[in-house]
């Protein structure tokens, strides 16, 4: 099957639309509440909106244009042969990562994350760099959860101590690490942000698995001697990311 063929069956497979067990019983409620019908009114219009057919297929329509616009330009990157993206969409795990994504989009209201969760499919699908579809979805549910400043962290870690990020890095990279935790730290202090706001994201992606907590001097015990790093799996995020970024930017140009 081509890749065109390969991809509008994949568009014509999406999950349909049904009612929502958890809106049909938040409007019931709603309307059995006595008094302050304008806000409860107002309640109602948002979830309405917000669950509503057209819009979920809005959604997975800007899933897909991004999976597709991903794989599209690997394909002009790269030169890979159409076939090995076919024989990576033409399975049933990429079925299945496919339906859990297009669960957690639907429910999705930033349109601007939905586009990462396409572009991360369609970078499994057509980079050199295949984790694995339970990965791909996985990494999609995990930034589903991620807040806007958690990856603020998570891309400022990269950008300063990403160079010495690989899966077994030595002595000499770690402690370079450790160190250049100390830029993060400072930078993000320039920005007039709080040094436990800073950690508090770090956790949160050490959580995920997104970054990695380094020693510390426990003689001092200290926030400020505690120190992070991305994870691979975390710096691999950020590099998708910022593809999918350009990707954006050069479409609206």
Known sequence: MAID???????????ESSSNLGLTL???????????????FKIGEVLRSHFSTKVMSERL????DAL??????????????????????????????????????IFTANPQKIREFGSILGYEAASNDAEGWDEAAALIADLSRLTESDLE???LMVKL?????????????YNLMSAAFGQVRDEWVRQGKS??????????????????????????WGPQDMGFAPTPRGKRLVEI?????????????
């Open 5 to 15: 063929d390969e991809l509008d069956a994949i568009r014509s497979q999406y999950p």
């Open 26 to 40: 938040s409007l019931k409620l709603l309307t059995s509440l006595p008094g302050k019908a304008g806000l409860l």
């Open 61 to 64: 329509n800007i899933l897909f």
């Open 68 to 105: 597709e616009g991903m794989v599209r330009r690997f394909q002009q990157e790269t030169e890979r042969r159409l076939s090995a993206v076919e024989d990576r969409l033409n399975s049933p795990e990429f079925a299945e990562a496919y339906v859990n994504v297009a669960n957690i989009a």
């Open 153 to 155: 962290v998570l891309r």
């Open 161 to 173: 101590q990403g160079g010495n990020v690989r899966e077994n890095p030595n002595d000499a990279e």
């Open 195 to 220: 040094r436990y706001e800073l950690y508090s994201h770090a956790l949160r992606l050490s959580g995920f698995g997104l970054a990695n907590p380094l020693n510390w001097n426990q003689s001092s």
């Open 241 to 253: 990311l910022e593809i999918a970024d350009q990707q954006c930017r050069e479409s609206t140009a």
